[in-house]
């Protein structure tokens, strides 16, 4: 019994320092080597040098000024990156169905055009940092008067961050919204008195 104990306790200190010790370590020091910006959280500094968010985690922009985001259901008010999930309401819902009306009828407000749905629904982590290049020039109008810019100059500034597909075959077309609102400050300037 003994003997069958300090093997049982062997296997498992090796396996515990292979699987928890070694293994993590290996992959971090191969994906720092490999992709080290990915590796250290895509994160993104302004002009300042600052740390402004990361391109992987959708932030709240509410000022026209800038391109928003989908809505969040991370956390209690949205955006939480230590809750990352979606709302678990079903498409039965009146929850939903009154956030959703009340976020249509706020951006109808902004065009007459229709409202991409994208603008209107969470995403299922409720943290997507990206729009289709579509969603993003529909907010190009509101954009451009709020910054007092001609609208060909916020609708250049959102094509030249749209990015393509992976590989030229995975996934869609897509603009990072935290990307987009850095360029936007860089080419055309903070707007004055703009929150985010």
Same mark, same amino acid.
């Given at each position: 019994? &003994?003997?069958? $104990? ?8 090796? $396996? ?21 910006? &990915? ?5 993104? #500094? ?15 922009? $509410? ?28 498409? $039965? #819902?009146?929850?939903? &169905?009154? @956030? ?24 299922? #982590? ?20 709020? &910054? ?6 916020? @609708? ?33 300037? @903070? ?6």
């Amino acid at each position: 019994m &003994r003997r069958e $104990t300090m093997v049982a306790l062997r296997a498992t200190a090796f $396996t515990l320092v292979l699987t928890g010790l070694a293994y993590p370590l290996v992959t971090t020091g191969v994906a720092l080597v490999l992709f080290p910006h &990915r590796a250290r959280g895509s994160l993104v #500094s302004d002009e300042k040098g600052q740390v402004v968010g990361s391109e992987l985690i959708a932030q709240a922009f $509410t000022s026209d000024a800038y391109l928003q985001g989908r809505p969040s259901a991370a956390g209690e008010k949205g955006y939480d990156a230590t809750s990352s999930g979606g709302s678990n309401l079903g498409p $039965t #819902s009146k929850a939903l &169905r009154e @956030r959703a009306q009340k976020e249509l009828q706020r951006l109808q407000a902004q065009s007459k055009e229709p409202v991409p749905a994208e603008l209107v629904t969470a995403s299922a #982590s409720g943290l997507d940092p990206h729009l289709s290049p579509g969603a993003a020039l529909w907010q190009a109008p509101r954009i451009a008067k709020a &910054r007092g810019v001609a609208e060909e100059r916020v @609708r250049a500034v959102i094509d030249g961050h749209t990015e393509g597909r992976d590989l030229l075959i995975l996934g869609e077309p897509r603009v990072n919204v935290l990307l987009v609102n850095l360029a936007l400050d860089r080419l055309l300037g @903070r707007p004055p008195l703009a929150g985010r």
